[in-house]
């Protein structure tokens, strides 16, 4: 059937052969992209998958089990990355308010490729969720809409500003404006900032706090300072050596757990081979395994991240009763940071 005829068949499923024909690409292939598989280029999965978006195509899974207007009972989740604490936290907060009626999750992990995250929104839509917990990775907005279709959608940990869904995040700008402040009173100034790109809007408002700190005090942002390429422990590493061969550093801001854990076995080794020279403070973002056994200086900005759990649960919760509207305003909730000396 042509393209124009199914859209005009107002009740009419996209099928895999009409993605596969709007892709110019084989059932067989669009299968494969769809069940994750390996033996897929790139280029293939961005073609199948902006088609997936474009005709709203969904796998419905679970349509035979489910009879007529019975619920699912499953809340999908999508996180970045399953062997960061921060997350596993985010999770245990999501059941728990779950657990109160009567729901489960179904996590899927988008790795940080807007991709994969994209083509696991469609999967879980297909899977009949409820709901969806998002932590975006800065997938394009108008592909995640598509993708979503009416599918309620509760952002966590992070915002995306083209996406209008209900939002918990934290007062990163604040308590990293606290933290570097902190710095500047113990007489530091030339503080490294080592964060992911402007994309992830956790570390853009993290960044933004970081300036605040440096301007109230009459100091410029250096670009030497700055490293915007820590995505992970390994990046954040390689990003902390770097800077220490070409920059005199007095403390480091590290906008997230990952880049911290990343950066201090680098600063460790560096004070060895340096046994003469000023310890290098650092500034971390969120908590970790054993934070407390580091014998370096180290003073963090946490938050709860279970109660952010928690809150985005309740929010889809809410999203999801009998008696909110769709046209119902969207509710952003900020939570408080706290500045902790883990080490000194």
Known sequence: MPMAEMAGTPHRRPTVYDVATDAGVSAMS???VLNGNGNVSSQMRRRVMRSVAKLGYRRNENARSLRPGQRSGLV????????NPYYAQVLLGIEDALDASDRRIVVGLSHGDPDRETRLIADFAGRQVEGLVLVPCGADAAETSRALG?????????????????????DDREGSQRGVAALLEEGYRRIAFLGNDEQVSTSQRRFEGYQQALGAAGIAVETGLVRRTCRDQQSSAEAIRGLLATETVDAVFCANNQVTTGVLPELV???RRHPNRALIPVLGVDGFRMSSLVEHPLMLVEHDARALGRSAAELLTNRLGPKVAESAPRVTLTLPTVLRQEHS
Request: a negative charge; proline letters at 6%.
């Open 30 to 32: 669009v299968s494969r």
């Open 269 to 271: 080794a560096w004070q």
């Open 76 to 83: 999908g989740v999508i996180i970045t990355n399953i062997e």
């Open 150 to 170: 009416d599918l309620p959608l509760v952002l966590a940990s992070r915002a995306h500003p083209g996406l209008d869904a209900d939002t918990v995040v934290i």
